[in-house]
Structures are given as structure tokens and as C-alpha cells.
Nanobody, 116 residues
Framework: QVQLVESGGGLVQPGGSLRLSCAAS????????MGWYRQAPGKQRELVAS???????NYADSVKGRFTISRDNAKNTATLQMNSLKPEDTAVYYC??????????WGQGTQVTVSS
């Protein structure tokens, strides 16, 4: 009964900021890698950022220096702080975790639109 629930998407102007949150249940959160992916119309889904149980992170080159992923193990949440947003960041953003190999879980997705 793994569930990931995302929130925080919306419409923002270029240069603006949004904070996305992912609330996880059904997993031992502190033991799991958490990832944020996005998919724009006509594009493949891509990894945006991930954070490991150790706190180590990685980012897509396109978002380095602008986005920050974090986790709060006490609240079972993963956050993606998105700054200096660009129109190219427009996509549906998904939270993901893979508690065991071959079992990938996704949130419902939250729309981020960056437009003037």
C-alpha cells in the first residue's frame, strides 16, 4: 500500500519559484531513495532530482543551481524547491520511489506551468 501524494504545482512567471511536496506512506521512508521526475508534452519523462537515505543528492544538468531536493524523514516528505523557473521547466512533475528493484511507485503528478 505505497502511496505518494504530490502538491504545490501551479502557474508561475519566468524567474519565479515553486515548492513541490511529496508525502509518502506505505514505505519505510528513511530507507528509500526519493526522486522527482517531469514530463513535458511530447517529451520523455526525465529525472529532475533525487535524494538518497544518506542525504546525497543528484540533479539533472538542466536544473543544477536552480532546484533543490530535500527530505524530512520525520514527516515522510520529499520537497523540490524550484527557483529561477524557466518556460522549459513546464511539465507534469512526479514523485517516485523504488523501495525494491522492479517495484516503482509514482505520485499522481502535479502540473507546473512557467509562463508570462
Amino acid at each position: 500500500q505505497v502511496q505518494l501524494v504530490e502538491s504545490g504545482g501551479g502557474l508561475v512567471q519566468p524567474g519565479g519559484s515553486l515548492r513541490l511536496s511529496c508525502a509518502a506512506s506505505g514505505i519505510i521512508f528513511r530507507f528509500n531513495r526519493m526522486g522527482w521526475y517531469r514530463q513535458a508534452p511530447g517529451k520523455q519523462r526525465e529525472l529532475v532530482a533525487s535524494i538518497f537515505p544518506t542525504g546525497s543528492t543528484n540533479y539533472a544538468d538542466s536544473v543544477k543551481g536552480r532546484f533543490t531536493i530535500s527530505r524530512d524523514n520525520a514527516k515522510n516528505t520529499a520537497t523540490l524547491q524550484m527557483n529561477s523557473l524557466k518556460p522549459e521547466d513546464t511539465a507534469v512533475y512526479y514523485c517516485n520511489t523504488v523501495p525494491v528493484p522492479g517495484s516503482s511507485y509514482w505520485g499522481q503528478g502535479t502540473q507546473v506551468t512557467v509562463s508570462s
